[in-house]
Each structure stands twice: as structure tokens, then as C-alpha cells.
């Protein structure tokens, strides 16, 4: 949601923690942040956990209304619990992420470009 947002600045306070873990290429990094709105899946690029996470995220922040399909998907690789979870996850995170746009936080709007006239 970070990239969809803009929240910069939530990006570059979380992108190194997820470096860290080494659990997605540079690559696929590099793709969520470039390619926010996708057109499908970049072949071989994220696994289906990865894939469902994001499809869940994006549904969750650019419409709000999860598709079936989409949160079948999600069901499909996480058990009940982590549903709950990775749904309180992405929408706190989207409540921050306009907190911080909104406010400029850390004056990233200069530092990427972000037009806020």
C-alpha cells in the first residue's frame, strides 16, 4: 500500500526490514515499488502466497471491496487467524500511509516527485 499511496516515506522505513529478510528478490522489490497497479503477475517473479498477499493489498487499497476471487486466493494460503491479521495489517497501514502522505511526513514529497499542489 505504500507504493499505491505514495507513502514514501513508510516505504523507506520499511523496504530495508523486508531486504532483510531476503524472502523476496531485489527484483520483485523492485517491481511492487515501480508497478503499483499491476497488470498480473510478472512470470516466476513472486510465489502464490506472495501473489495472493498482494491482490489482497491492492483490492483492499485502490476499492475496498474484495473481490471473491481475490480473497478466496487468500484463504486458500493462510489459515483464519492469519486472514484476520494480514487484513488489520493492510488496513493500518493504509490509515497511516494517508496520515503521512497528507502531511508530507518527512517532506517526501519533494525527495520523489510527488505533486501535492
Known amino acids: 500500500m505504500a507504493a499505491l499511496n505514495k507513502a ?30 499491476r497488470e498480473g503477475a510478472k512470470e516466476g517473479l513472486l510465489d502464490n502466497k506472495h501473489e495472493a498477499v498482494l491482490d489482497y493489498t491492492d483490492a483492499m487499497t485502490i476499492g475496498v471491496v474484495v473481490p471473491k476471487l481475490v480473497f478466496d486466493r487468500v484463504e486458500n494460503v493462510f489459515d483464519e487467524r492469519e486472514v484476520t491479521e494480514l487484513t488489520a495489517t493492510i488496513a493500518a497501514y493504509n490509515c497511516v500511509s494517508r496520515f503521512l502522505v497528507a502531511l508530507d511526513v518527512g517532506e517526501m514529497s519533494a525527495k520523489y516527485g510527488v505533486d501535492m499542489s
Open 8 to 37: 514514501w516515506y513508510e516505504w523507506d522505513s520499511h523496504c530495508p526490514l523486508l531486504e532483510e529478510t531476503k524472502a523476496l528478490s531485489a527484483e520483485a522489490v523492485q517491481y511492487i515499488r515501480e508497478k503499483p497497479v
